[in-house]
């Protein structure tokens, strides 16, 4: 979709994603080392009570379906800026979901516009785990002003 395709408030559902456990591990391994993510011992000890998956892990699972759905990214030029807030743990298991949401339109010229992005997300119960903002750059139709 091109910039003047969106509305403030359309909303688009992303498919489901579940949290592989060795995958998750080996992401840490590879980018967030901590032992809250790799050591089952220290998990269980943490008030989380197990190993929890890295954040930008989790992210990133659900922010693949986002860009697999092309809602933008035919037309998507870059990102100017973004925001995520963890509020909750993922767990090795936890089916995440995703609902993207359109939150602001700004024109920049005649060839592109900004698009505020909100991408919630949540697990298998129903809570919210994530809220991220991305605004991002998409081309407009040509020549419209």
Request: net charge negative; no cysteine; proline share 3%.
């Amino acid at each position: 979709m091109y910039f003047d395709d969106f509305t403030v408030g359309d909303t688009f559902e992303l498919s489901s994603v579940q949290i592989d456990k060795d995958k998750m591990v080996e992401f840490a391994k590879d980018y967030d080392p901590q032992k809250i993510h790799m050591d089952e011992d220290h998990g269980r000890a943490s008030r989380f009570g197990d190993i929890i998956a890295p954040g930008i892990m989790s992210f990133m699972s659900v922010w693949a379906e986002f860009v697999k759905s092309n809602i933008i990214f035919d037309n998507f030029i870059a990102a100017q800026n973004f925001r995520i807030e963890w509020l909750s743990p993922v767990f090795a298991g936890d089916e995440l979901t995703g609902k993207v949401i359109i939150r602001r339109t700004q024109p920049r010229n005649k060839y592109n516009g900004v698009v505020d992005i909100n991408l919630v997300i949540f697990n298998q119960d129903g809570n919210k785990v994530m809220d991220t903002v991305t605004e991002a750059i998409l081309n407009r139709r040509v020549g419209e002003a």
